[in-house]
Every structure is written in C-alpha cells, then in structure tokens.
C-alpha cells in the first residue's frame, strides 16, 4: 500500500539522517564503485557545484528580464563552450536540462528547417546503430521515422550504408564524438562530406564528449576532427553534467548560424497571460544549474580541465594495459573516457556478474558482449582495485562460477 503524506511535519535534522541513511545501500559511488551515472571530479569540485547551485536555487532560468545575473551566465557558458567546440563567427547557442533536451530541440529545429525547405514529410532520420536512444524519443515526440544503420566491423558509423538510407525526406544525419556503447569518435569528416552532398543536416552528438575532447586535444593527443571545424556540422549537443563535471540538469546546444538556431525556438502569445518564447523545451529552468555551471567552468579553467581529462586518459590507458594482460580486447582505440572490452572466451555476463558482488555498477555493451566504463578523474585512484577485482572474476569464470546477469538495461 503507498502511505499518504503524513499529517505533522518532521524536523529536517531527522529527515536528513534518514535521506543519509537510505543512500546506504546505493552503488558506493564516492569511493569510484560506479563508472556510469555519476562523473566524479573530486570533492572540491562538487562542493563547488553544490555552493554554486545554492546562490540560484530559487531563482528561474525562464525570466532573464528579472534574472540578467542568469542570462549573463548562460551567456558565459554557451561563450566558453563555442570557444572549446571551435565555433566559427555566428554560431549560437544555448543551455539545456541534458543531453536528450539537447537532442530533441536539434532534432526540433532540424525538422522546422526540413518544413521551411519544403522537404517532403514524412521525415525521417538517418544515425548509425551506436547513436543515443535520446534520437528514437525526440522522433516518437515528433512523427519521425528513425533508420539505425549498422555500424562498420570497427565500430563506428558507416558512412556508405548512410547515404544509401537518405532520401529526399531525410532531416537529419547524426554522427557521435563520441559514441556511448563504444567510446569512438565516428568518421564526422566523411559524414560531413555527405551531408554537403546530398543537403542534409548533420548534428554531431557530443553529449558525452564535448567537454572533453577538447582538452584532450590540448594535452597533445591526435583525435580525428569533430567539432565545428568540420564544415557540415550544422549542430551539435555536449553535457555539461558528464565531463564538464557540473551538477546534474546542465547540457548545451549549439548550432552554426542563427538561421538554423531560429527553427528551434518556441514563440507562442495566443493564451491570456502573455507572449512566452523559449528556446528549449523547459518552461521553468533551475537557476541554480546555470549558475553552478558557471561556477565548475570558471574554477576549474582550462589548466584545471586540462589535469582532470589527463587523469581520465590516464586511468583508461591503466586499465587498457590491465585488461590486455587479462586476455580482453578493447573494441577500437578510444581516446576520451569510455572504453568497451570483449573476451575471446569468457561469458561477458557473468564476469559482470561477478564484479556487482563485489559493490562495482558499471555498464555493459551486448554488441559484441562486453564490459563498459565511463571513466571519471576520480577512477585514477581506484585502478588498481578495478583490476585486482577483474582478475578474481576472470578466476571465478574459469572456476565454472558462471551464472550471469540475463538482462542488460541501461536504465
Ligand atoms: C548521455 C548521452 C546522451 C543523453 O544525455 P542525457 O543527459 O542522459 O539526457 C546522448 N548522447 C550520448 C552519446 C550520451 O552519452
């Protein structure tokens, strides 16, 4: 039976010992036991999302007339996010709540620009197989037929299986920097290419890796283009809640001209409270998300960014080492935070299974079955105890201790 609201009110002290006390039995995620969900950059950076969130907290993204403190915020970080991205003169953006707030309003505006072109409807969308479900939402929200192409045996997009999915009702190309299941950067130049060819948008979805490719470029390492450099990219999504290390609630959007981000506006007077426009899908949006985004930004700086993305890469190529001795093979050559490990001979199920009795909540990729890790600056220190619990696993599996998980859910 679900209890009712109970009819006196309750200390706060004593209801924060129990919130304390209910989290007891999450994944143990401070200590590095998680390597999805969460992003940890250290205690100093969270406490500075918590207190930059605080000074906002009741204060509404949805009124920059009342709120100019917000608007030149949000300004700030859709400043500093073109800048990373290499966005040329005229490119805009804006704040989102996340990753699929991001998508769905590309995905909006995409479809406005098709409309306002005269493409034929009904439309549909053209992504590789490895692309964020977030795409399939937006298309349910809006009619759109979704085609999921295969991708090529190393994993990433397949640019000629793509152009043969386009057609003249084709709205939309997507290409991932990287993409979630694999942690690869997709051949964006190419599907560029194509998309200047046959006249379709490209939105490049760089949730997970906007905020830090860019830095691991800085600290000198070769990645394949991605970001507005590419001429074709017409948008593209990057979270400020993965590895910009901001409180939850924070992606960004941009798009290369102001013509092409004008299709994604909402502008609506016919109601008999006024004229409301909004950019993104929120209505209300938490004050508190953009200031503490401005907060982690200006804290952090590119040196801090820098160090923090270094121990990323760090902790991967630690654990590329470690895995390879194990007898896994990484699935391509990942470059950013998220890296996939298949077994030529071990249940990839069970080995997972094995490695959640001993408190890790990581992700897995069933295509081919591996294991999957998005890594935090934070994992750094955990390596060695990531592998040391591998390796008993491995031990386990080949003892015929081989029971494994039956689902795979992401969420
Ligand atoms: C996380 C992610 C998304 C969706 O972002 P949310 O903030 O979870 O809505 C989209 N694409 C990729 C590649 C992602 O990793």
């Not at 397949?158 to 003249?168: K, L």
């Not at 490719?213 to 600290?219: D, G, K, L």
């Not at 030529?344 to 080995?351: G, M, V």
Request: glycine share 10%.
């Amino acid at each position: 039976m679900t209890q009712g609201m109970p009819k006196h009110g309750t200390a706060f002290s004593v209801l924060k010992t129990e919130m304390i006390e209910r989290g007891r039995g999450d994944v143990q995620w401070r200590d590095g036991k998680t390597a999805v969900y969460v992003f940890n950059a250290g205690e100093d950076v969270t406490e500075v999302q918590k207190q930059g969130y605080l000074l906002y907290l009741s204060e509404n993204g949805l009124g920059p007339a009342a709120f100019p403190s917000l608007k030149k915020m949000e300004a700030e970080v859709v400043g500093m996010g073109l800048s990373l991205l290499q966005a040329p003169e005229g490119a805009v953006g804006h704040m989102t709540s996340g990753g699929t707030d991001s998508i769905t309003m590309a995905v909006k505006a995409a479809r406005d620009y098709a409309r306002a072109q005269g493409q034929p409807e009904p439309f549909n969308l053209v992504l590789p197989y490895s692309a964020h479900p977030a795409f399939d939402k937006a298309a349910a929200l809006m009619s759109i037929e979704i085609r999921r192409v295969a991708t090529r045996p190393d994993y990433l997009a397949d640019v000629g299986a793509m152009a043969d999915q386009i057609d003249d009702s084709t709205l939309m190309m997507v290409g991932s920097a990287p993409s979630f299941p694999y942690g690869l950067i997709d051949p964006i130049a190419d599907l560029s290419d194509l998309a200047t060819a046959r006249n379709v948008w490209l939105h490049v979805d760089a949730c997970v890796g906007g905020y830090i490719a860019p830095f691991v470029e800085m600290n000198g390492v070769d990645l394949p283009p991605w970001d507005f450099r590419v001429p074709g990219v017409c948008s593209l999504s990057a979270d400020l809640h993965k590895y910009g290390y901001c409180a939850k609630g924070a992606s960004t959007i941009f798009y290369r001209s102001e013509a092409l981000r004008d299709h994604m506006i909402f502008d609506q007077k016919d109601w008999p409270a006024g004229r409301m426009v909004t950019p993104t899908l929120a209505g209300t949006r938490p004050g508190g998300a953009i200031s503490s985004a401005w907060a982690v930004m200006h804290y952090l700086g590119i040196e801090g960014y820098c160090q923090k993305q270094q121990s990323v890469t760090r902790a991967r190529a630690r654990i590329e080492m470690g895995v390879a001795e194990l007898g896994f093979e990484v699935l391509g050559a990942p470059k950013l935070g998220i890296m996939a490990f298949s077994h030529p001979e071990l249940d990839i199920f069970a080995l997972y299974k094995r490695l959640f009795e001993r408190g890790w909540v990581t992700s897995l990729c069933t295509q081919p079955k591996a294991l999957h890790l998005m890594l935090s600056p934070f994992h750094e220190t955990v390596v060695g105890q990531y592998l040391t619990d591998l390796t008993w696993a491995v031990e386990q599996v080949r003892g015929g201790i081989t029971d494994a998980v039956t689902e795979v859910r992401y969420s």
